[in-house]
């Protein structure tokens, strides 16, 4: 017997989600898989309590998709990889927030093998992805469930890499709602080096009423155990022209933010991450402010 | 945990083995089929030396279960050469000495195919964000950039 990395464990190939959720409810310790990047680098380091049988989704027809439009609202399926939404038309044009935040992540691997969704429900404050969904208003639609079936994208996290989310749930999609016209969105982000993943995201997305902001968005990662909405500085923004003052009005206010509270680890001190907050803030509403004169 | 009975085409070679669940892509590809250009190195998904093309896609053989890539085609560097002629990749990362120790090469040229199979004549920004993902610790990458335009070219 050769030498392997993996503890041992079933490998269940459900042929639908109806199936792949008896399969998951069924045995006491199951682990459902989409790419597998996370959960089998999770394994490999060592977890508490791998799963001793995992659920595969690749072979279920039909989940990997994006669908809809800025208009309409856009459908992401829970196979579609990292790689299929970077090169969609859909998302580039029609939800540039999230292309952005998807191109911030540089292995061609990577995002050849990982799922938009599992990205996302790993639940890491650093993830690109579900800063620039939080700041979209994006859902989670779950699988199996009735009244409750779809969780916005802002309540998945309770603690870092900790999810809301039962052994037995799965997320059946991404579902990304309309944007009005007038919208401009911006995304920013730190890294160490350009592949390394984010020491702190910031995703904003403005509602444009003439030459003010009717309604704003601004989404932070990296800066708290989970991403947030740092709601002060959208009411900042509220109502008033998009002018140097009422952006670093905004940006001193997510800077003051009771949440913004960012940890210290081999990234960055917390200290710099949080003066950071305020500077890439101000970037990113410089930045969708920039699109809002030009549109 | 139940073998499963596999087919695997490796380098165009159908390969048919009983695989356990948890043997990963690469413990396949290099201990037991003996494709020892499939390099372990990080063991994390964070360097890309363990790349191998899954039709025709980069990935990570160290994060992949073998049993994933059942029925389809996989290719390791040992599948570029047409017996004693080289890949126009491999001939250019001799050509441009784009290769120290040698131990990130297989990925660097695995990921340059898929990069030119997709995309064949990428600017040099495009070339340095398609192997952004396939770290080498050796060369400071001007001479591999290099080499992939220049293989690029060399197709025209």
Redesign the interface.
């Known amino acids: 017997m050769l030498y392997r990395a993996l503890p041992e464990f079933d490998f269940v190939e459900p042929a639908s989600l109806e199936e792949a959720g008896e399969a998951l409810a069924s045995s006491p310790n199951a682990a459902v898989m989409a790419g597998g990047i996370s959960l089998l680098d999770a394994m490999k380091r060592g977890m508490a309590q791998p799963p001793t049988t995992i659920v595969s989704l690749k072979r279920i027809p039909g989940l990997r998709y994006i669908e809809g439009s800025r208009a309409g609202g856009m459908r992401i399926g829970p196979l579609t990889t990292i790689r299929d939404a970077e090169l969609s038309e859909t998302v580039k044009n029609e939800y540039p927030l999230l292309h952005d935040a998807l191109s911030n992540i540089h292995s061609v691997q990577v995002k050849t093998m990982g799922t938009v969704l599992g990205n996302v429900c790993v639940g890491t404050p650093a993830s690109d992805i579900l800063t620039a969904l939080v700041a979209l208003d994006a859902d989670l639609r779950l699988a199996g469930r009735d009244g409750d079936a779809l969780l916005p994208a802002a309540s998945l996290c309770q603690a870092a890499k900790r999810t809301c989310l039962a052994p037995t749930d799965i997320v059946e999609a991404i579902e990304i709602p309309a944007l009005p016209e007038r919208c401009c969105s911006a995304y920013c982000n730190l890294t160490r080096t350009l592949p390394d993943i984010s020491k702190l995201t910031v995703a904003v997305n403005l509602f444009m009423d003439g030459a003010g902001c009717r309604d704003a968005r601004i989404a932070i990662g990296a800066a708290a155990p989970v991403i947030y909405r740092a709601r002060a500085a959208e009411d900042a923004l509220k109502g008033v022209a998009l002018s140097a003052e009422s952006i670093a009005a905004s940006a001193e206010a997510a800077y003051n933010d009771p949440m913004t509270k960012p940890i210290t680890d081999m990234r960055s001190t917390g200290e710099y991450r949080k003066e950071m907050v305020r500077v890439l803030v101000r970037r990113a509403l410089e930045a969708a402010a920039a699109k809002a004169a030009k549109a | 945990?139940?073998s499963?009975p596999a087919t695997f085409y490796v380098n165009g070679v159908r390969r048919d083995l009983l695989v356990?669940?948890?043997?990963?892509l690469f413990?396949i590809l290099s201990?037991?089929l003996g494709h020892s250009g499939v390099h372990r190195n990080c063991?994390?998904?964070d360097c890309?030396i363990c790349?191998v093309l899954v039709d025709g896609?980069?990935?990570?053989s160290?994060?992949?279960?073998a049993?994933?890539a059942r029925e389809r085609q996989i290719t390791t560097i040992e599948g570029l050469a047409k017996g004693a002629e080289l890949h126009p990749l491999q001939k250019e990362f001799v050509e441009k000495g784009a290769v120290q120790c040698g131990y990130c090469t297989p990925a660097m040229i695995l990921?340059a195919k898929?990069?030119l199979d997709h995309n064949p004549r990428p600017t040099k920004e495009e070339v340095k964000?398609?192997l952004?993902?396939?770290?080498c610790r050796c060369t400071g990458y001007v001479k591999i950039v290099e080499a992939v335009l220049a293989a690029a070219e060399g197709g025209k």
């Open positions: 945990m139940k499963m356990d669940p948890n043997a990963l413990e201990d037991d063991d994390r998904g890309g790349t896609e980069p990935v990570l160290c994060l992949m279960l049993v994933e990921t898929a990069l964000n398609g952004s993902g396939t770290l």
